[in-house]
């Protein structure tokens, strides 16, 4: 492979991203300590190419600055005002930040006889084409999850491509949202963050929970609450999800009509101090509902495909194809834009 330095140097955040997108596929937490030494790399070699441009008297000069300008002072902002309005989660902005940073410009690479990127957009800003990207492939996903449930005959058109049945047993390694609450279909139910959350600091595990629903149900089974965690998956805990046996147990027979806080939810969101993710009482109680009493082995969840695994597939397609956005107005014959 032929190439600069600088431009082979930034080859260094292809297993970066690929690492920290698997990571937020199993785990849904990317540490900070990853885009930090990106964001540096990134800044050396914008010095070093805006060095050489002006001290060697490149006319490519101007042409640098302004696209490394649009890249820092408008790709990595967006980033930021995506997270502040809820449209990222942070680690997806930080990721857009760093990208913004250390991929301002078009790299080139030889390799034999194969130019790479093979499409180039006129306004050469490689991060933003790794956006336009990633966004194209992201929405490009619901296809692919809507055709795998029609291929395996999980007919449910108001679902069908955002979610997926999954073993009811399995919740408690996966992250998502529930799709489903006791009376149908909802684009809006309760968040598997936050049912762990919830389960931990009851100590309760699901298998228990689906044994005997309608003591959990009564909050006066809740004695001592645990440490609830920041809901993920991946820490040692002292619940056994698997434990049917590990029942709480409240005198007297409990009903629903009867309770003024079923399954303690007021109680648990009264009690801790960080965020559920968005989950309410309603959608908590309404998740927790449907989980202990349905007679099903699975439900529908949303696998909720974190941003940065679609930013890491815009990556390798940009290094490689190019901008597929512009690849497609050309196809169009719209060339006066491109």
Known sequence: MVATL?????????????WAAWRDIHTRRIP????????????????WEAAQLFVFGD???????????????????????????????????????ALAVL?????TY?????????????????????????????????????????????????VMVLARPVRIDSLPSRHGRLFE???????????LDALRMYLRWRGLPLAALRAAPDVARDPASIEATGE???????????????????VPTVDGDATAENLDDPWGVDQFFESIDRSTYGTDPEQLRDGLELLATTDDETVWVSPGLPFVVPMFAGLLVA????????????????????
């Open 6 to 18: 600088p431009d082979l140097l930034r080859l260094l955040v292809i297993p970066v991203l690929g």
């Open 32 to 47: 900070n300590r990853v885009w930090p030494p990106l964001v540096i790399l990134g800044g050396l070699l914008l010095v």
């Open 59 to 97: 006319p490519g000069g101007q042409a640098f600055l302004i696209r490394a300008g649009i890249s820092l002072l408008f790709v990595a902002p967006l980033g930021y005002a995506f997270w502040w309005f809820g449209a990222f989660g942070a680690a997806d902005a930080k990721a857009m930040i």
């Open 103 to 107: 991929l301002p410009t078009f790299p």
């Open 110 to 158: 030889a390799l034999g006889g194969l130019e790479l990127p093979i499409v180039d957009t006129t306004i050469g800003v490689f991060s933003l084409t790794v956006l336009t990207n990633a966004v194209i492939l992201a929405v490009v996903a619901p296809i692919g999850l809507g055709l795998g449930n029609l291929l395996r005959g999980r007919i449910e058109p108001a």
């Open 181 to 191: 609450t006791p009376d149908g279909f909802t684009h809006s139910g309760l968040d």
């Open 228 to 246: 609830p965690t920041d809901g993920r998956s991946d820490i040692d805990d002292d619940l056994d999800w698997d434990d049917a046996d590990a």
């Open 319 to 338: 290094f490689t194809y190019g901008d597929l956005l512009f690849a497609f107005l050309r196809w169009l014959g719209v060339f006066p834009l491109v």
